[in-house]
């Protein structure tokens, strides 16, 4: 196992996504800073989507500008269509990241069309990317470990669309659980298979903790090698499109198992902690999880 990790945090997209407070752009930004203080490297910190669908991103430029002037961090953004990739290319995102569902009926609830209809839009983002320079287009793939509409998604298509995902020329693939239906054995046999069909390609994982088996899950991705995770300070998160969803895994707990298993996360596990505290205060009223705060990291 080699010892250094990417984690990504993703609760400012993620993670605002279903909660009832709006946070004003200046907030946001300060979150932003304080996290890449503490040694973040890569942050969603936006979804470029329509603002009658998330209104909470009405100022995705805004953040997005602001967020590139930070030192070290490559900030990143999430976009359902190519309308929203061409708002983040000229707000001068340098990664973006497409999603779609594997399941066709979450796909449809998210974005209104089919996997398919979602994979021929892709080609235009990444011709969109070629006539430009320096942008990343990863591919996250929602549900590729079960949908709460369709529930078993089979691995094969998933595997498949990885496939066509690599030979269209992305620049990283994100298997998503959005819904935290993966279970350990399920995972470290979906990213061995995927491994085997895309070669060298980067992969990363987001984990949903619905069903407390997030962490396992990391375990379960590292084993298969998986080197890049996405997680949510406080636990925050959910699809708003995905009956039962819930929450990321916990951003400090995840550090505090990399810490754990001697694996770089280039993180301070005690200064994020101060960030956590923080973002209740930022977040009133709104319920945050994570197992770390109350008891504090193991004293030996
Ligand atoms: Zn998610």
């Known amino acids: 196992m080699t010892d250094r990790v990417i984690l990504r945090e993703v609760g400012l997209r993620d993670g605002l ?91 449809r609830a998210n974005v209104r069309k089919s996997t398919d209809d979602s994979l021929a839009m892709l080609r235009d983002v990444l011709a969109e990317r070629d006539n430009r320079q320096n942008i990343k287009i990863a591919t996250a793939l929602a549900t590729s470990f079960g949908c709460s509409i369709e529930g078993a998604v089979p691995e094969a298509r998933v595997i498949q669309i990885a496939e066509i995902l690599a030979s269209q020329g992305v620049d990283e693939i994100n298997l998503a659980d959005t819904v935290g239906y993966g279970d350990p054995v399920q995972v470290g046999r979906i990213f061995k298979d995927v491994r085997k069909a895309v070669g060298e390609l980067p992969l990363a994982a987001h984990f949903h903790d619905t069903r407390g088996l997030g962490l396992a899950n990391v375990m379960a991705a590292l084993d298969a090698g998986v080197r890049r995770f996405d997680s949510a300070l406080g636990g925050l998160g959910g699809c708003p499109f995905a009956p039962g969803a819930s929450g990321n895994i916990a951003t400090e707990d995840t550090v505090h198992l990399f810490d754990r298993l001697g694996i770089d996360s280039g993180v301070d596990l005690g200064a994020l902690l101060k960030v956590r505290h923080q973002l209740a205060e930022w977040l009133p009223g709104e319920k945050l999880e994570g197992r770390l705060l109350g008891a504090g990291p193991a004293d030996r």
């Not at 709006?22 to 973040?40: C, D, M, P, Y």
């Not at 936006?46 to 997005?64: K, M, N, R």
């Open 17 to 107: 996504q279903l909660i009832k407070s709006r946070l004003n752009t200046a907030i946001k930004l300060s979150w932003i800073r304080a996290q890449a203080e503490v040694g973040f490297t890569e942050i969603e910190v936006t979804s470029f989507v329509p603002i009658s669908v998330l209104p909470q991103f009405a100022d995705a430029t805004a953040v997005l500008v602001d967020a590139q002037k930070i030192g070290n961090l490559l900030p990143s953004v999430l976009v359902p269509n190519l309308r929203g990739a061409v708002m983040a290319m000229d707000a001068g995102a340098r990664k973006i990241t497409f999603v779609l569902s594997v399941s066709d009926a979450h796909n």
